[in-house]
Nanobody, 123 residues
Framework: QVQLVESGGGLVQAGGSLRVSCAAS????????MAWFRQVPGKEREFVAA????????FYADSVKGRFTVSRDNAKNTVYLQMNSLKPEDTAVYYC????????????????WGQGTQVTVSS
């Protein structure tokens, strides 16, 4: 069992930066691939970024590639999403998720989810 808690969301102006964090509790965090998804009201939750258990090759949605960076610190049981050059269309609730299957872009592949943190980008 893994519990995930996101933090670090908030309000930022367009062009600004924000880092959100996801703290995990429970055993075997380092054996899970971790991902970030986001969701706006009335739309499906969408994949943002993912990182394998080893912290090797990372994966990004085209919409955030070059602006967002996902990383993890297994010693701290934490995964991060650094968001730069933010745009109003990045406004959403951001969720972290854990998967035993490895890096995937589908929500159905993830076993555990956090409660989400709101990120709002003003124009």
């Amino acid at each position: 069992q893994v519990q995930l808690v996101e933090s670090g969301g908030g309000l930022v102006q367009a062009g600004g930066s924000l880092r959100v964090s996801c703290a995990a509790s429970g055993r075997s965090f380092s054996s899970y691939a971790m991902a970030w998804f986001r969701q706006v009201p009335g739309k499906e939750r969408e994949f943002v970024a993912a990182i394998p258990w080893s912290g090797g090759s990372t994966f990004y949605a085209d919409s955030v590639k070059g602006r967002f960076t996902v990383s993890r610190d297994n010693a701290k049981n934490t995964v991060y999403l650094q968001m730069n050059s933010l745009k109003p269309e990045d406004t959403a609730v951001y969720y972290c998720a854990a998967s035993k299957l490895g890096v995937r872009t589908s929500t159905t592949s993830y076993d555990y989810w956090g409660q989400g943190t709101q990120v709002t980008v003003s124009s």
